[in-house]
């Protein structure tokens, strides 16, 4: 089983928030780590726990995702951290890259590429700034659809309570970039922010025909029937597993339980079949990823 949406994060990001994001400009992080209103469901791993974490769970790989970042130095420290995971256990870790697509978008791809990585994600169209910096995002869209790299979208639920770190996507912009790059393979990550719901539309399902929905933080946003309801919308083959660990996605829990208590709950609060969760937990990521 392979967990498609986890990240990790460079210690100096935990130990002290405040200082890092003033110093590296990066006030998104902040809003998100150090909600002024509240309590943080970020958690925190390191690379053996992480390891102990998927054992317990069954996972034998996971992807690692980058950040939407809003300056590239970011990006780059970040990435070396993934390259530094994916070399102690090549077998357990695959890399997609954090890229800022606003600075030379394909010197980062190219760098990213000879570093291992096998996409790009997770990227953020309204906090990275896509209106303002289309040409460099039409950019990296095409040596992605090119080089077949998956790209990772966050998407964030379309009639949504504001929580901390909220910030709003703007659906048109993945319907344009969908239409724009129909070969190139999109997940939208958190079940498309209820886009599924959209390939009800058929003119919408075909511009959406290469768009994969991830499953991460499934607990802190849906009922489990959510599951059914999307195979129903758009097909099991378009359904891809994701934790979002070390996010605390069951609030209460042990950082090391919430990869085994997402798949307990799939077990426990779906009626998916065997073939389903196949599916789900491996065959399309591996074929998104044509292993
Ligand atoms: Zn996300």
């Known amino acids: 089983m392979i967990d498609s949406h986890t990240h990790c994060f460079p210690p100096e990001l935990f130990t002290n928030p405040n200082s890092w994001t003033r110093k590296h400009m990066e006030s998104q992080w902040l809003h998100l780590v150090k909600p002024r209103d509240g309590f943080s469901i970020q958690g925190w791993s390191h690379k053996e726990a992480m390891i102990s974490s998927m054992d317990k769970a069954g996972i034998s790989k996971a992807i690692l995702l980058g950040w939407y970042w809003e300056h590239r130095n970011s990006c780059e420290?970040?990435?070396?951290?993934?390259?530094?995971?994916?070399?102690?256990?090549?077998n357990r870790f695959i890399a997609f890259a954090a890229i800022n697509p606003s600075q030379s978008p394909i010197e980062q791809l190219e760098f990213a590429k000879?570093?291992?990585?096998?996409?790009?994600?997770?990227?953020?169209?309204?906090?990275?700034n896509y209106s303002q910096y289309k040409k460099q995002w039409?950019?990296?869209?095409?040596?992605?659809?090119d080089a077949s790299w998956p790209l990772n979208l966050h998407v964030t639920e379309g009639l949504n309570e504001k929580h901390p770190g909220y910030i709003k996507t703007d659906f048109d912009i993945y319907l344009e970039l969908a239409k724009n790059f129909p070969k190139l393979k999109i997940i939208l990550a958190h079940w498309g922010g209820g886009i599924p719901f959209y390939e009800c539309n058929p003119r919408i399902k075909a511009i959406l025909k290469n768009v994969y929905y991830d499953t991460a933080a499934t607990p802190l946003l849906y009922d489990y029937k959510v599951f059914r309801h999307v195979i129903n919308m758009v097909g099991v083959e378009k359904i891809i597993f994701g934790t979002d660990f070390p996010l605390k996605s069951f609030i209460n829990e042990n950082d090391s339980m919430q990869i085994n208590l997402a798949i307990n709950k799939i077990d426990n609060e779906t009626d998916l079949n065997d073939s389903e969760k196949d599916a789900i937990f491996s065959k399309n990521i591996l074929n998104i990823l044509n292993y």
């Open 77 to 90: 420290k970040h990435n070396e951290l993934m390259k530094e995971w994916i070399d102690f256990a090549p």
């Open 114 to 128: 000879s570093l291992g990585f096998k996409g790009v994600g997770e990227l953020h169209p309204s906090i990275q």
């Open 138 to 145: 039409n950019i990296l869209c095409e040596w992605c659809s």
